[in-house]
């Protein structure tokens, strides 16, 4: 959700130049971090056509990678099906496919870094690739077998990124309202939260006051034409207004086109089963920009564009992505590429 990062940040800018004028200086403001436990990024979230919870059954648990914390849930056994949500995001993102899921398969969800309940590598850029490789080495310490990758908006990049350095360690995608090519809309804002001082400084006096109703307006747009579920809205107000969390999500968007502009003419060589999930009301992520270019780029790859469908497929068509992730099993056993 690019525009929450550059409503963020521009207002910060904005923020800051007046503060400047006025004389009051920026360092002035105290930053401290939030280190409580964030439970409910893993609670059970009710699909909108659902108002009662799922029953809780999986466990929650921690990964260390490089020395970072990863936070992931997992539940079930089977065959395994790894999720990777978008930006911003959770591991909750996905708990209208996980628990059916987990019925027949070894289903695992992973807060990205800087996410959820999951630290941010202190050492270097977490950009795409970092990041695929943290979850390589995670999945490695959890003995899991070449996994169906299912990744959402940003995460689609990810789980496409894996799948190239990894060809042999991965048995197929499904990408959900994918963020596959560069995005041209962004401005040099984006790169705020990395200028020292003046980038966390803004951050930590503006999300405080503008945070929750950016959050709101953005959540309307990427849920649209469906409305936003209560449920969820309530959640992710207390967890995507932390300043915190707010410095990650930038830093994602800003690492993002260099790594799209990296491997995008490598998606061609990706050779498992794929299926490829888009709504044709997406207002978040182009859908003939990204999807349409992705299907013609992997021409083998199932395309299925969705009618009044927007950004928050795993929400809204969870049983659309359930049924493509079944299917990609199939085919991945079909041609031998999993065990029986």
């Given at each position: 959700m690019k525009l929450i990062i550059r409503i963020f940040l521009c207002g910060a800018w904005l923020f800051v130049s007046f503060q400047s004028q006025s004389a009051r200086v920026a360092t002035?403001?105290?930053v401290s971090s939030d280190s409580r436990a964030q439970t409910r990024a893993v609670s059970p979230q009710p699909s909108p056509t659902n108002s009662d919870p799922q029953p809780q059954r999986y466990a929650s648990r921690f990964a260390t990678v490089e020395g970072a914390r990863l936070h992931y849930i997992v539940q079930g056994n089977g065959r395994p099906v790894v999720f990777?949500?978008?930006?911003?995001?959770?591991?909750?993102?996905?708990?209208?496919?996980?628990?059916?899921?987990?019925?027949?398969?070894?289903?695992?969800?992973?807060?990205?870094?800087?996410h959820g309940r999951s630290q941010r590598p202190k050492h270097g850029d977490a950009g795409v690739e970092v990041q695929a490789r943290l979850l390589h080495d995670a999945l490695g310490q959890l003995r899991i077998d070449r996994p169906i990758l299912v990744g959402h908006s940003w995460g689609a990049a990810l789980a496409l990124v894996y799948a190239i350095n990894?060809?042999?360690?991965?048995?197929?995608?499904?990408?959900?309202?994918?963020?596959?090519?560069?995005?041209?809309?962004?401005?040099?804002?984006?790169?705020?939260?990395?200028?020292?001082?003046?980038?966390?400084?803004?951050?930590?006096?503006?999300?405080?006051?503008i945070g929750a109703s950016v959050v709101r307006g953005e959540l309307k747009k990427a849920f649209s034409p469906d409305p936003v579920p209560k449920n969820?809205?309530?959640?992710?107000?207390?967890?995507?207004?932390?300043p915190s969390k707010v410095r990650a999500y930038a830093l994602d968007e800003d690492l993002y086109n260099p790594s799209v502009k990296k491997f995008s003419p490598r998606y061609a060589e990706i050779a498992v089963p794929i299926s490829i999930l888009t709504g044709d009301a997406d207002l978040i992520v182009?859908?003939?920009?990204?999807?349409?270019?992705?299907?013609?780029?992997?021409?083998?790859?199932?395309?299925?564009?969705?009618?009044?469908?927007?950004?928050q497929i795993p929400f809204t068509r969870s049983q659309t992505v359930i049924d493509e992730i079944e299917r990609v099993q199939r085919l991945a056993r079909a041609r031998g590429q999993v065990p029986l």
């Amino acid at each position: 959700m690019k525009l929450i990062i550059r409503i963020f940040l521009c207002g910060a800018w904005l923020f800051v130049s007046f503060q400047s004028q006025s004389a009051r200086v920026a360092t002035d403001i105290s930053v401290s971090s939030d280190s409580r436990a964030q439970t409910r990024a893993v609670s059970p979230q009710p699909s909108p056509t659902n108002s009662d919870p799922q029953p809780q059954r999986y466990a929650s648990r921690f990964a260390t990678v490089e020395g970072a914390r990863l936070h992931y849930i997992v539940q079930g056994n089977g065959r395994p099906v790894v999720f990777i949500h978008g930006n911003p995001g959770s591991a909750q993102d996905w708990m209208a496919e996980f628990v059916p899921l987990a019925s027949r398969h070894r289903v695992i969800a992973f807060d990205r870094p800087g996410h959820g309940r999951s630290q941010r590598p202190k050492h270097g850029d977490a950009g795409v690739e970092v990041q695929a490789r943290l979850l390589h080495d995670a999945l490695g310490q959890l003995r899991i077998d070449r996994p169906i990758l299912v990744g959402h908006s940003w995460g689609a990049a990810l789980a496409l990124v894996y799948a190239i350095n990894y060809p042999n360690e991965v048995a197929g995608l499904v990408v959900v309202a994918p963020a596959a090519y560069e995005s041209h809309d962004g401005s040099f804002l984006t790169g705020l939260p990395s200028v020292p001082v003046i980038g966390d400084a803004a951050n930590y006096v503006l999300t405080p006051l503008i945070g929750a109703s950016v959050v709101r307006g953005e959540l309307k747009k990427a849920f649209s034409p469906d409305p936003v579920p209560k449920n969820y809205l309530k959640s992710v107000l207390s967890e995507w207004t932390k300043p915190s969390k707010v410095r990650a999500y930038a830093l994602d968007e800003d690492l993002y086109n260099p790594s799209v502009k990296k491997f995008s003419p490598r998606y061609a060589e990706i050779a498992v089963p794929i299926s490829i999930l888009t709504g044709d009301a997406d207002l978040i992520v182009s859908e003939k920009e990204n999807a349409g270019r992705l299907h013609e780029a992997l021409p083998k790859s199932r395309l299925i564009v969705l009618p009044k469908t927007g950004h928050q497929i795993p929400f809204t068509r969870s049983q659309t992505v359930i049924d493509e992730i079944e299917r990609v099993q199939r085919l991945a056993r079909a041609r031998g590429q999993v065990p029986l």
